[in-house]
């Protein structure tokens, strides 16, 4: 298991005591714990599985999650990342795994453990997500897609870069790469004729997917 959830995986197991929705999300929760997602989430039969038991949307969201986890119990936790984010697996007794599908920036969702089952003690476990285990490749992971999308544009994408990259950090070799990449995403060879265009921001974008995922 991954080592950001060590000290959670101490208080294994944990009982899913039920399921609750509203209009943002749903709350998997039990004695001394809860899980509040704000973004998707994926029941699946076996982690390597195919196999989609649920999924979030709709107003049976709740419901139907409610209907297969409840009375489960919670037996290993996970990240597996995809790009520079975390999604959260919770593994339950009977094979079956939760995933929660990080959708930075508008996905969310909040692992919070006690170590009683009163409300009112402080967690002495939280994690909250999408989780980035390096929050400058989590950011540059976000300005090389919106880059290529087209929600940015090329200058601000560089300037971004730029600054970041006079940062007194040590980056890794695939975010540096990124960024330098993304630092002449504004360049010109001639006064209205760029040097990159969407075909180059896409090839970034997944030239640093890769790396993220061979690292």
Known sequence: MNAVLADAE????????????????????????HLRVNTGWVLREGRRSSTVLAESGGDGSAARLGGRVSGRTVTALGLEYHGPYGDLLLALD???????????????????IRRGQGS???????LSGPYAADPYSAQL???????????IGPQEAAD????TMEEDVDFDDTT?????RLAGADLLVGPDTPLHGPADFAAWL????QGIAAS
């Open 10 to 33: 101490a208080l294994l197991p944990l009982a899913v005591a039920g399921v609750a929705g509203d209009a943002d999300g749903v709350l998997v929760h039990g004695p001394g714990w």
């Open 94 to 112: 009977d094979g079956a795994v939760l995933e929660v599908v990080s959708d930075f920036p508008y996905g969310e969702w909040i692992l919070s």
């Open 120 to 126: 009112g003690e402080p967690p002495v476990f939280d």
């Open 141 to 151: 992971g976000q300005h090389l897609r919106l880059l290529a999308s087209g929600a």
């Open 160 to 163: 971004w870069a730029t600054a």
């Open 176 to 180: 540096w790469q990124g960024l330098d």
């Open 206 to 209: 997944r030239e640093f997917e």
